[in-house]
């Protein structure tokens, strides 16, 4: 190959080279640029409550059993034959204050009280017998008794005698009050308004003083044993601890007895139990709910009663909390954080939990106006945006001052 022919070869080829280059270049610059497509960030709508500072109700919830407050086992004063009882000496008979439940044959009470008048009428002639004796003692000693010493001329003039007969009438006047009692005893008698709830007793029984004729409960009052935990108590008003008197805070009592059957009272905080529950260690309380079989409506409109040993619902009135707001339990956090809202972006606040129950707390340290966040969020952070999207309407019962549990009676 001559010098020439390589010199032509080299040039081809060095032309072949920027020819591919070109039109790789030329391919690259043809290429259709992708458009940048602008981030959009994901919207985070959200419901806030609008916080309001007032004074706060607070109910404590509690179940418990409703019981007797007052019971009785009546038993006859004196023995005998029993030969009447009265109808309404059944179990759940109502007997009134002063009715007759038994009658007891009173042959041998009346035989006592005839032979104590006997007594007392002879007991009565003694003392006139040794009030003439005195008399004619006195006549014939005279002024030599003054000669005596005392004891003799008490003797000689018969105060002895006088007086063993005046003790004699007062002993004989004390047996046939005894046996007036005892004739008056034979009739036993209801020592206060009460249900039946057990009864023993039949006509021709033979019943001694410690026979066993009836069990009565009082139906003036109930009492429910509750049971609450213990920093619940400061909440309450409970007669003898934090307040005078015999009432404490207010309570309603609810049987919910089956579909579409409520049984309420109303009832008070009567008195603080010593001792703690031994499984929860809780605190007990007795709550007192008067007229529990509402005796004292008209029949026609009477509610169905309130049943001893029903398991019931016990909401007590507490008092209330002044310069506070009540949040559900889904806007607090970690036990003692808020999220508040303003201009769209989140601020952390620390406020201070003084109620909570199993829905709502009670907090203190928000200013009137601010927007409490009640959606949860998975990872909300301080500054973060948010849309409102709704603001809801504070919790039932907060605010307004305190409510008085007022007497619902459920018909069955």
Known sequence: MSRREAALNAILAVLTVLVAVAGAALLVMSKPQPQRAEVQK?????????????????????????KPAHELIVQPEVPGRVIDRSDNLIPGGIVQKGEVLVRIDGRDQSAVLAAQRAAVAQAQLSLADERTRKEVAVSEWGSQASSLDKDSADFALREPHAESARASLASAREQLARAKRDLGRTAVRAPFDAVVREVSVEPGQVAGTQTRLATL??????????????ANLAHLDIPGINVAGLRGSPARVIHEAGPGVRIERTGYVERLLTGVDTKGRLARLLIAVEDPLALGTELQSRPLPLLLGSYVRVELGGQPIDKAVMIPRTALVDGKFVWLVADSLLTRREVEVVWRDAKNVI??????????????????????????????????????????????????
């Open 42 to 66: 994901p919207e985070v709508r959200v419901q806030v409550m609008r916080a309001r500072p007032g004074l706060q109700d607070i109910t404590v919830t509690a179940m418990g059993e409703v």
């Open 217 to 230: 409960v009082n139906v003036d009052r109930y009492w429910v044993e509750v049971a609450v935990p213990v």
């Open 363 to 412: 907090a203190q340290g928000l200013r009137d106006g601010e927007s409490v966040l009640v959606t949860p969020l998975a990872a909300p952070t301080e500054g973060m945006e948010v849309i409102v999207d709704e603001e809801v309407v504070p919790a039932e019962g907060a605010g307004g001052g305190r409510r008085e549990l007022t007497s619902i009676a459920g018909k069955g």
